[in-house]
């Protein structure tokens, strides 16, 4: 009988490799699956981790989708540590990128440099908003964050369906179920010309070194680790749970939210009902593919975006099956978590008795 048993003290070592064990089975394992397919699999993986980075436009695409991912993979990675489950940032997301897109359609005819701020703070509010209802049940009747927030996700993807479907729908748009196209002054400005790479990067590229400086010299950081790791200790000192509880879930939905206004203002460039792609879930994978750490999310949220533009020039290279992309982060987070498991637990083997 096999059992797991707990190491008495993981390698450090291990646990920051994990994540490269795991992207290596990533690998190996579409091998095999590519194989069965009837797929050359060394030009499927090629097209998906490597061809990518080789061209310009492709390396700029790569940022565009990792904006959203390292600023809500920062967010999510400060609850993670609390043992704040907040897995609904993809609502979140919706929320922000509905707050600030309503700011960008109430002033069209508006033109200024103000605007895009506004419209960044309205998308933090409107997310900050959305996972305050999971923070005030957990802390007021206990409810778990994990049901909540995943529940009000469902919630906000029908709000905007139902907004741009109705008041917010462009009155010159055929009736199409999108709203206006949102002015200059309202799109983020472009860093390369001639690609959609945009600021949005920018902001998320501030999001990482103001996560470090908070979680590793700061002492609400400090208290936010102390919560995670060790509840009874942290309560024997003193720490507000509950404001711990609030800062993370507030924090997590303000960035959130910001990520959803960076989409909405940058590629997209208006709202419409297929705003939310699964950045919030996918997330989830960046915070642990980069251990909770703001940096190893900044490498965590590229490699995941090399897997959206890999996957889908795979996909029209060699006619894979549209779901290619999210079988690769699938089998990431299983390899990931299977590892973590591993670094933390060893495996025994344990004979049966026979009782005569």
């Known amino acids: 009988m ?4 707990p190491r008495r003290e993981p390698s450090r070592a291990m ?30 993986i090629w097209l998906i981790f490597f061809e990518p980075l080789t ?4 390396l700029a695409e790569l940022t565009v989708k990792a904006t959203p991912l390292i600023l809500i993979g920062a967010g999510l990675a400060m609850g993670f540590r609390a043992g704040v489950w907040n897995i609904g940032a993809e609502g979140q997301f919706v929320a922000g990128a509905l707050a600030g897109g309503s700011v960008a359609l109430a002033l069209h005819e508006t033109a200024g440099l103000w605007i895009m701020p506004l419209m960044c703070i309205a998308g933090m509010l409107g997310g900050m908003a959305w996972a305050a209802i999971p923070a005030f049940l957990r802390t007021r009747f206990n409810a778990n964050e994990i049901l909540t927030s995943l529940m009000l996700v469902y919630v906000a993807i029908l709000l905007l369906s139902a907004l741009v479907h109705g008041p917010l729908r462009d009155p ?16 983020l400005p472009i860093l390369i010309e001639g690609t959609r790479a945009h600021v949005g990067f920018i902001l998320a590229l501030l999001a990482i070194a103001v996560a470090w400086l908070f979680m590793e ?23 507000s749970e509950k404001r711990i509880v609030w800062m993370c879930l507030l924090t997590s939905g303000a960035l959130a939210g910001l990520a959803g206004t960076t989409e909405a203002a940058g590629p997209v460039g208006q709202l419409v009902p297929a705003l939310p792609i699964g950045y919030g879930f996918t997330a989830i994978i960046v915070a642990f593919l980069g251990r909770l750490h703001p940096f190893g999310i900044l490498l965590g949220g590229l490699l995941m975006a090399l897997t959206y533009i890999g996957g889908e020039a795979a996909q029209i290279a060699m006619s894979l099956p549209s779901a290619t992309t999210r079988v690769f982060q699938g089998m990431l987070l299983f390899f990931l978590l299977a590892m973590d498991v591993l670094v933390g637990s060893r495996v025994r083997w344990i004979p049966r008795t026979v009782h005569g």
């Open 172 to 187: 010159e748009g055929l009736n199409f179920p999108e709203s206006r196209l949102f002015s200059e002054s309202m799109i």
């Open 2 to 5: 096999l059992r797991l048993e």
């Open 217 to 239: 010299r700061h002492l609400l950081g400090f208290q936010i680790k102390v919560q995670g790791q060790a509840p009874l200790a942290a309560r024997f000192a003193g720490y």
């Open 55 to 58: 061209q310009t436009y492709a």
């Open 15 to 44: 646990q920051v490799l994990t994540p490269v064990f795991a992207v290596v089975l990533t690998i190996l394992a579409g091998l095999v699956l590519f194989a069965i397919l009837g797929k050359d699999p060394f030009r499927a």
